[in-house]
């Protein structure tokens, strides 16, 4: 293969987002086509290194970049069938983000600064997927926190914004921090900085701290990929624009953490302790994302929650040993995700709102957006795990994993027997990922439901089996998305609905990863896809439980769940009331995990600044002033002595003359 085609992968979008920066503002015309192409042209060369490298085969080519006294860090490239179908999906995902931009932000007038940094942001993940070096790999991996700083605070003049970033920023650095010294000692124990090198160790027992190394590489993951308990900088993340939440979600930043555990997985079945750790995180992570999603009343929200749970399903395949199922997972996921972000940004777009309450209440919203609604469908029915589309292949990949860890079956990935796995691990990863498929399935129902077919009047025809004839908003009548933002929906839905069956009917995708199988147990799809049932059930009655006793009339007084009603007396509006009962309000606030850092972190450390401060100010600075005032004093004093009257300075000298004498005479 021309090692010149994998090089170009990650400099094209580099080189288009200087580019862009360059000639945003002196030709504004030009910002569009140099966001788009370059992207575009890493796209399809992404695709053209998959087909030449094939399946089963992999390349590694290295030059020294700079020696260090110990192990030397080389721009090295690292090829498998796992960083080419992870960079064929960040190539899709980043053309379908930045043409579906063009529209989304036509009139945004930062627009040339914005698509640079999406450019840059693509060009760092592919740097992260392609290096064989970690030091460079790590590279990439600050440039994506440094660019979902910026791109999360676009909208820099609304206070969401700006906090959202701020937190993104310095939630993801608090794990970069143990994560970096995870790489260093890494390499000190490898005596190497590369890839296959640290994998060589692994295979040949030659790390001596590998459970430090896992625990310390597992914070970065956490942050970067937003797994308990550093997931928090996710669902706030949504005050940035819709694309870029799709493409932070879908195929950057937070794949970035599952694509390093995958890639470094030896390593971690060194630690049984580290792999329990997994399990454990991302168990807590898909769950309590879960719970929080049925809360949520924005859009993005709910998405974002769903984001996080999903990746715990990837974090416990990991945790159970088969990275093939995670990368599986992971691929399928970005391809739905993108696609229910890029159906958000134009529900939303149309609606004028985020919120789904409000959107329960226009009548004809899918009327009017049916592209959206169709392709958000496809993307909803993905996320759920239901046949025939690629996240029930994925799901049940994940599922089947945990169910064979449990188990103490071996799990054929070429990288170590099953007993490095302990069994607490799968069995905590499989009762979890079984709890959230019916948790994510009714959140799921609810969001579709609502969003589309909770409007007042729709509620009190489907009571009252009466007939109902939508009508456009009057506020914005004959709207009609623009074409950029509706056809990328339609590209996203094909990998969307064809992945899992096109990968697994001809195994091209197991033998393109480790060559071991992916498709479901029995077991665990019937149990899986019946829960997912029941969950679509429960949400689904959980709604028309909502509309029907939204159409109940009192005799006289107030209407119970309106405005002027006793809060006591209101009837629930959100079919999640209905389903978490007293966990809706917590999980609505994220079980204030939030307040529980504040408490924990933010006001000790405010409170210690604050004295600080005071002992600076008050302390310090007041014992600087008073010697500079008592050095003046004293210079004043001197000055005042200095008469140059002979006569006062011969009364001076008799007077302490006088004075000795006395003191001498009193002493003895």
């Known amino acids: 293969m021309n090692l010149a085609l994998p090089a170009l992968v990650p400099a094209l979008p580099a080189l288009g987002a200087a580019a862009t920066l360059a000639t945003g503002k002196k030709a504004p015309g030009l910002a569009r086509p140099l966001a788009i192409l370059p992207v575009l042209a890493s796209a399809v060369l992404a695709l053209v290194v998959a087909l030449q490298l094939g399946t089963g085969q992999s390349l590694d080519a290295a030059t020294r970049l700079a020696p260090t006294g110990g192990p030397d860090i080389a721009l090295a490239l690292h090829l498998d069938g796992f960083s080419s179908l992870i960079s064929v999906l960040v190539g899709l995902v980043a053309t379908c983000v930045q043409v579906y931009s063009t529209a989304y932000l036509k009139d945004d007038p930062r627009y040339p600064s914005y698509a640079a940094l999406v450019s840059l942001f693509t060009a760092a993940m592919f740097l992260v997927v392609y290096s064989g070096d970690l030091i460079v790999l790590l590279v990439g991996w600050e440039i994506m926190g440094i660019c979902s700083y910026f791109l999360i605070g676009h909208h820099w003049e609304t206070a969401d914004a700006r906090s959202a970033s701020l937190k993104a920023f310095l939630v993801t650095k608090l794990g970069d921090v143990p994560f970096l010294f995870g790489i260093f000692l890494l390499g000190a124990d490898a005596k190497s900085f590369r890839i296959p090198d640290v994998l060589a160790a692994a295979a040949d027992g030659r790390l001596g701290h590998p459970t430090l190394i896992a625990l310390l590489l597992l914070a970065g993951v956490a942050g970067k990929s937003a797994q308990f308990p550093l997931h928090t900088w996710l669902p706030d993340a949504m005050a940035g624009p819709t694309p870029v939440s799709a493409l932070i979600h879908a195929a950057t930043m937070v794949a970035a953490g599952i694509y390093l555990v995958a890639r470094l997985l030896p390593v971690f079945l060194l630690s049984g302790a580290a792999l329990v750790v997994l399990a454990v995180m991302a168990a ?5 994302s879960a719970l ?15 984001t996080v749970g999903q990746l715990g399903y990837m974090a416990g395949a990991l945790a159970a040993g088969d990275r093939q199922a995670a990368v599986f997972h992971l691929v399928s996921h970005g391809a739905f995700k993108a696609l229910l972000f890029l159906t958000a940004g134009v529900v939303i777009h149309a609606a004028h709102t985020n919120s789904i309450s409000a959107m329960s209440r226009l009548q004809g919203l899918r009327e009017r957006v049916p592209d959206a609604y169709w392709t958000m469908g496809i993307g909803l029915w993905a996320l759920v795990g239901l046949p025939p589309f690629s996240g ?18 071996a799990i054929t990935n070429g990288l170590g027997p099953a007993s490095a796995v302990p069994s607490a691990a799968g069995w905590i990863v499989l009762v979890a990922a079984l709890v959230t498929a019916l948790l994510t399935a009714a959140y799921a129902a609810r969001l579709w439901l609502v969003t589309f077919h909770g409007g007042p009047a ?3 025809a489907a009571a009252e089996d009466a007939p109902y004839s939508p009508e456009i908003d009057e506020a914005d009548p004959g709207h009609a998305e623009p074409g950029a933002m509706r056809w990328p929906l339609w590209v996203l839905a094909v990998p969307t609905m064809a992945f899992g069956v096109a990968g697994l009917r001809s195994d091209w995708l197991p033998a393109l990863l480790d060559g071991g199988s992916l498709r479901p147990s029995t077991g665990t799809a019937i149990i899986g896809t019946g829960l997912a049932v029941a969950g679509l059930l429960i949400g689904w009655a959980a709604w028309r439980s909502v509309a029907t006793r939204g159409t109940a009339r009192p005799a006289a007084g107030p209407v119970p769940g309106q405005a002027g009603a006793p809060e006591a007396e209101r009837l629930p509006v959100d079919p999640g009331r209905v389903l978490l009962g007293p966990l809706y309000r917590p999980a609505q606030h994220g079980f204030h995990v939030d307040r529980l850092y504040s408490a924990l972190f933010v006001r000790p450390v405010a409170g210690a600044a604050q004295l600080v401060r005071f002992l600076d100010r008050e302390v310090v600075e007041t014992y600087v002033r008073g010697s500079g005032n008592g050095a003046q004093l004293l210079g004043w004093v001197v000055r005042k002595a200095q008469s140059g009257n002979a006569q006062t300075y011969l009364s001076a000298l008799l007077a302490g003359v006088v004075l000795l004498t006395v003191l001498v005479a009193v002493g003895s």
Do not use: I, P
């Not at 807590?284 to 309590?288: D, F, L, N």
């Not at 929080?292 to 769903?306: M, T």
């Open 284 to 288: 807590v992570t898909m769950v309590g």
């Open 292 to 306: 929080c999603a049925l809360a949520q009343d924005d859009l993005k929200r709910v998405l974002a929650y769903s």
């Open 392 to 409: 029930f292949f994925s799901k049940e990949a994940v599922l089947t994993a945990a169910e064979h860890a449990a188990t103490g079956e």
């Open 458 to 460: 729709r509620a009190v």
